[in-house]
């Protein structure tokens, strides 16, 4: 799910999105006090109450005495009655009770008009929830003077109610200072009051401006020597203080600018629709903001005449007919608000052109929270659970609704969405494609075959993350759901699984933060590289997902002859025997010694050994079906999702990176740190199945490279490329074989490495290189000529070239005996002026000779300890089978020339093993080089008697032997393969000989 954005060519969600009044928590509920950093010489604000934040009584009065058939002014006059001893200003000082004071000012008022007043009703309506309110502007404003870091203080003539409260009907949290004359007992205009005031903020008259209503006050307060504005309007007076300040004081709509040129509506029809719209009372000039991303449908911020509206409208010109469909977003919204789910309340949808030009929508600003990151920076785990709560809950809601009772039945087609869904992207995809990604390829073989089984089919918001969603600012509440660009109806799980993307993706994902429309072509490519990965671990955890669903007896459904053997290891009669050699008492004793048998490991390796035996037993036997059918059918040039689950096992159980001799990693760095010895048992039991190593992360040719990396690589060259391999998430190649010339003889290897500007550029025609096409392989360690002078040992040097870069092409896969060897394959490759920076040398130029010997060394006789478990694994294969089967009236077992062949087997493979061994435990007291002639014996014999044993086990099978069902035929064409790789027989033998003729005549 989480590619679609990737492919989407519209940018038109932005605009919707943007629509929106948008902060982050951080930033809406900071502290407070922020540094003073506007505002000149003042330092404070001082309200006064009625007539500045709340109506006036004089104004509530005139209404009032309209409605009541009251003659005009009775409330005003009666208010100012009296003076300073008058009824009001005494109740405003504290000094009698409501009710006292009602009984005296229903007096007054009734002297004065000549009637009786129903004064207990005007108060009630002067201070009831509906009257005394704060006006919206005043509020805005206070929030921006103290966002510039001024103070703000209220001063207000108030009285107390009979609840024995104060009437202040304001959040008192929005003052620094709030001063109340019923509380203080001393009234405006009196100074006292102001001093209080000013002494209360610590300032000086001339650092504050006083605001009120009535013209004796603010005489009063610019007496004092306080700026002043005299209120007649609440609106006039912000924009008189905007003036004295020198900033805004409106609340700044996000994420809006002015209008375009090219983007400009016209604004006399769309008022007068407007004024039509909402109410011919409506007055005040129509406010007009474009939001910043509206490219695609245009949206515009309306403000007009108190109301807060969003214009959104098609772009001009001619379009498909499917694209910017605003009158679908109006619909979805319509009835989903209908159905209860909260989304923006849309107001009226004009497909008449006429108006400005094209169709839109209206819909009414809703101010609230979003939150853009999230990770939920500053809130609380359990606030961050509440919202992610919340998210879900609105979702259900979304997938609950009855789109049918909601008249949305033919909203999208019915049925097959996901399908549909993957095949549009990969289409997508193809239309945009720059370069090839390896896990896309393969997850766009592999999705299309792992589609869910059964669908639901609902209303599905098509892009449902945390940023679509507007908050409640004080409640954990989703108040509306938006961007309904990509809604129909299809599977819900798909919007659930978008909604999780945000967990999996790195929080600097530009995804993320709404920044992806804006990407650049390079930066798409990195994202899409990095989604596919992504997407392509869940491909591998759902490959492991239903091998670990796998009935409890499903492996046991593999045939026993495929299985034969192994299990048996060591101890079944008939199996292999060991001599045990006496324990070693410490855990390394085994260094040293020449350990002919497991049992003769040290406890801790002996441990290990068991460990892996059971891992190849519980999971690598079982899983060779599987495999085996993988690497014949069309997807096997995908790695197998099973061999990177079992991988990760094999990681978890610390059967990974064992091949690292102790002599080349003595740290234990980066491996198990074994000796030759100890790892010669452990990879015999690998080679016991083709697959094996490669789980464990022991296999050729990466076990080489990552060897020459650990000796001769720089700690820059280590992190680049030591850190992927050995944590298995990289593959890589050797390559010098060359078509054109012998390459038994290196010497001969012809590709140029040419240095030019800095770099180095290589040209050159390989073949024969293993793994160049698995789509893990990122490095190729490269063996060319720099020098064609030197002398001959100094003429090649060894670059690690990056797969990717350019110059680089597979000509084809080469066969063994028709075999590919997919994924990883041995490929013909050209190298044609391909650049790589000159940090890419190992070791220097020159050395190329000296790193392929170091490289060969191990990796050499890791090949033999393998065969030896090839050889073990054939040799029981035959058994069993020869067991089982009866051939002219007896078993096979009985035939003499079947036990002849068991027993020269079995002769062989000790043979074989016994001289591995040797060369192992040579490596291991006198090095690789002193070790020079064991490795070449064990060379020349190890493929050819493996290539000996496995041909005896195919001849007893009959011709099931040749087939793909076993492992034989496989290990046969293997063992003959390497009586080339690493060098051919002859090579091997002509250097027995030479040393043999050399020191022993
Ligand atoms: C399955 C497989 C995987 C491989 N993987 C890689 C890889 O990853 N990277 C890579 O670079 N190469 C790889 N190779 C290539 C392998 O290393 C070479 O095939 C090998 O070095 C021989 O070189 P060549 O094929 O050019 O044979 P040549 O050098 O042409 O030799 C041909 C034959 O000449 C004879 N001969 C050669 N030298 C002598 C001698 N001194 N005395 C007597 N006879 C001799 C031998 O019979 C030899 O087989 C792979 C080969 C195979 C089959």
């Known amino acids: 799910m989480c590619l679609r954005r990737l492919f989407r060519s519209s940018h038109l969600h932005w605009a919707w999105r943007a629509a929106f009044l948008k902060h982050s928590r951080c930033g809406h509920q900071g502290p407070w006090r922020w540094t003073h950093s506007g505002g000149g010489p003042y330092r404070a604000v001082i309200f006064d109450m009625g007539g500045v934040l709340i109506p006036s009584p004089g104004k509530v009065a005139a209404e009032w005495e309209v409605q009541n058939h009251i003659p005009s002014g009775t409330i005003l006059k009666a208010l100012i009655t009296g003076g300073e001893n008058g009824p009001w200003l005494k109740f405003m000082r504290g000094e009698i009770t409501k009710e006292d004071f009602l009984q005296e000012f229903r007096r007054i008022c009734s002297e004065i008009s000549n009637t009786s007043v129903p004064v207990d009703n005007f108060f009630s309506l002067l201070t009831s929830e509906q009257v005394a309110k704060q006006f919206p502007v005043m509020t805005e404003a206070i929030i921006q003077i103290r966002a510039k870091g001024l103070q703000t203080a209220v001063l207000s003539n108030n009285f ?76 006039a007076a912000v924009k008189e203080l905007e003036t004295l300040l020198g900033f805004t004081l409106r609340t ?18 769309l008022e007068k629709y407007l004024r039509d719209l909402l109410g011919t009372q409506t ?145 997508q995809y193809r239309a945009s494609e720059t370069s090839t990604i390896p896990a896309m390829e393969r997850l766009i073989e592999w999705l299309p075959l792992h589609l869910p089984r059964q669908e639901k089919i609902t209303v599905v918001h098509g892009d449902f993350r945390l940023d679509n969603l507007l908050f409640h600012p004080e ?135 068991e460990r892996l035996k059971q891992f190849m037993d519980r999971h690598v036997y079982p899983a060779e079906p599987e495999l085996r059918r993988h690497q014949a059918s069309a997807e096997r040039w995908t790695p197998s999702p099973l061999v990177e689950d079992l991988k990760e096992k094999a990681k978890a159980k610390g059967l990974w990176n064992l091949f690292l001799p102790l002599e080349t990693d003595p740290e234990r760095k980066y491996g198990a740190g074994l000796t030759n010895v100890e790892y010669a048992h452990l990879c015999e039991l690998m080679g016991m199945s083709l697959y094996a190593p490669e789980i464990f992360n022991c296999s050729a040719p990466d076990t080489g490279n990552m060897e020459l990396l650990v000796r001769y690589g720089t700690e820059e060259q280590k992190a680049r490329w030591l850190t992927p391999l050995l944590e298995g998430k990289a593959r890589s190649c050797f390559a010098m074989t060359e078509p054109q010339v012998a390459s038994s003889d290196a010497t001969n290897i012809e590709s140029s490495i040419r240095e030019e500007d800095g770099f180095y550029v290589i040209n050159g025609h390989k073949w024969w290189i293993s793994g160049i096409l698995d789509p893990r392989c990122q490095l190729c360690v490269f063996m060319g000529k720099t020098d064609p002078h030197a002398p001959r040992h ?51 130029p020159g050395r190329g000779f000296e790193i392929a010997q170091g490289r060969l060394g191990p990796g050499r006789i890791h090949h033999c300890m393998r065969l030896i478990g090839h050889s073990e694994r054939a040799l029981a294969l035959m058994k069993a089978r020869v067991k089982s089967r009866v051939a002219f009236g007896k078993p096979l077992v009985e035939q003499g020339t079947l036990l002849a062949d068991i027993a020269q087997s079995r002769v062989e493979i000790e043979q074989a093993r016994l001289l591995v061994l040797k060369a192992a435990h040579l490596m291991d007291v006198v090095g690789n080089k002193a070790a020079a002639l064991d490795i070449a014996m064990i060379k020349m014999v190890a493929p050819s008697m493996a290539y000996r044993v496995i041909d005896r086990a195919i001849q007893a099978f009959g011709a099931a032997g040749l087939s793909g069902d076993y492992p034989l035929a496989q290990f046969f064409a293997w063992a003959r393969a390497l009586r080339f790789a690493d060098g051919p027989d002859e090579v091997h033998r002509a250097a027995v000989a030479k040393m043999e003729l050399k020191n022993r005549i």
Not at 197 to 217: A, V
Not at 258 to 263: F, L, S, Y
Request: proline share 9%; charged share 20%; with cysteine.
């Open 475 to 609: 409640k954990t509440e989703v108040l509306a759901v938006f961007d309904w660009e990509l809604s129909t109806l299809g599977d819900p799980l798909s919007d659930v699984a978008y909604s999780c993307m945000a967990h999996y993706l790195p929080p600097s994902f530009p995804i993320l933060r709404g920044q992806a429309s804006s990407a650049t072509a390079e930066q798409s490519g990195k994202m899409t590289e990095f989604m596919s990965d992504l997407a392509w671990e869940f491909a591998v955890k759902e490959g492991f997902r239903i091998f670990k669903g796998m009935p409890a007896t499903k492996p046991l459904t593999r045939s026993y002859h495929t299985w034969a053997g192994p299990r048996s290891l060591p101890s079944t009669p008939g199996a292999r025997s060991y001599i045990p050699l006496p324990e070693p008492s410490s855990a390394h004793a085994s260094k040293g010694a020449l350990v002919i048998s497991p049992e003769g490991l040290s406890p801790p390796v002996r441990e290990l050994y």
């Open 794 to 844: 100094q003429q090649q040097s060894v670059l690690l070239v990056p797969m990717d870069t350019p110059g680089i092409k597979v000509i084809r896969p080469l066969t063994v005996y028709g075999l590919d060897d997919a994924p990883g394959g041995h490929g013909e490759v050209l190298f044609e002026q391909v650049r790589v920076p000159k940090e890419s040398m190992v070791l220097g």
């Open 283 to 427: 007055t005040g000039p129509l406010e007009l903001l474009q939001f910043d991303h509206g490219q695609s449908n245009p949206t515009y911020y309306i403000k007009l005449a108190g109301h807060q509206l969003v214009l959104r409208k098609k772009p001009p010109g001619t379009l498909l007919p499917s694209a910017h469909a605003v009158e679908r977003e109006f619909r979805i919204m319509k009835a989903l608000a209908s159905a209860g789910v909260p989304v923006p309340k849309v107001l009226d949808l004009c497909e008449d052109s006429r108006v400005i030009g094209t169709p839109f929508y209206l819909m009414e600003y809703c101010p609230g929270l979003i939150y853009k990151d999230p990770s939920l920076p500053g809130l609380e785990p359990s606030q961050r659970r509440a919202v992610y709560a919340a998210m879900n809950r609105v979702l259900c809601k979304i997938h609950s609704v009855d789109f049918k009772a909601a008249g949305l039945e033919d909203y999208g087609k019915h049925g097959d969405y996901i399908p549909r869904q993957v095949q549009t992207w990969i289409k």
């Open 160 to 235: 107390y109610l009979s609840n024995g409260k104060s009437f202040l009907p304001l959040d008192r949290k929005q003052f620094d200072v709030v001063v109340e004359s019923c509380v203080e007992g001393v009234c405006k205009p009196d100074h006292r009051i102001y001093k209080l005031c000013l002494e209360r903020l610590g300032l000086q008259p001339s650092e504050s401006i006083f605001l009120d209503d009535l013209g004796q006050n603010v005489k009063a307060a610019a007496s004092l020597g306080m700026r002043t504005i005299k209120v007649n309007d609440p609106e």
């Open 252 to 269: 700044v709509i996000p994420n809006t600018h002015p209008v375009r040129k090219t983007m400009e509506i016209p604004k006399d029809s």
